[in-house]
Nanobody
Framework: QLVESGGGLVQAGGSLRLSCAAS????????MGWFRQVPGKEREKVAA???????YYADSMKGRVTISRDFSKNMVYLNMNGLKPEDTGVYYC????????????WGQGTQVTVSS
């Protein structure tokens, strides 16, 4: 089970920190990711992390977001800075078991709205 929090309304240029609490098996064996869904567009992978030295960032978010995880708390975070109106969407936390091709567990999503 994945539970996101931290979304909300922010002005352009502002920051938000999304959190994801995971209770999905052995946390350390999962790659964790953040995706976003914008109406009318395909779901986009924003960032992913296995270890601190193994991360992925979408080109559209590079330099503006940082993904991190706390193994002791089974938490994943997405720090977002310099937010733009086009970053508006529902952000989902997801988990991919080691060896799996796809993310198999999803949270309910948290809304991020960036006003201009």
């Amino acid at each position: 089970q994945l539970v996101e929090s931290g979304g909300g309304l922010v002005q352009a240029g502002g920051s938000l920190r999304l959190s994801c609490a995971a209770s999905t098996g052995t946390f350390s064996l999962y790659t964790m990711g953040w995706f976003r869904q914008v109406p009318g567009k395909e779901r986009e992978k924003v960032a992913a992390i296995y270890t601190a030295s193994s991360t992925y960032y979408a080109d559209s978010m590079k330099g503006r977001v940082t993904i991190s995880r706390d193994f002791s708390k089974n938490m994943v975070y997405l720090n977002m800075n310099g937010l733009k109106p086009e970053d508006t969407g529902v952000y989902y936390c997801a988990a991919k078991p080691r060896g799996a091709a796809d993310f198999t567990s999803w949270g309910q999503g948290t809304q991020v709205t960036v006003s201009s």
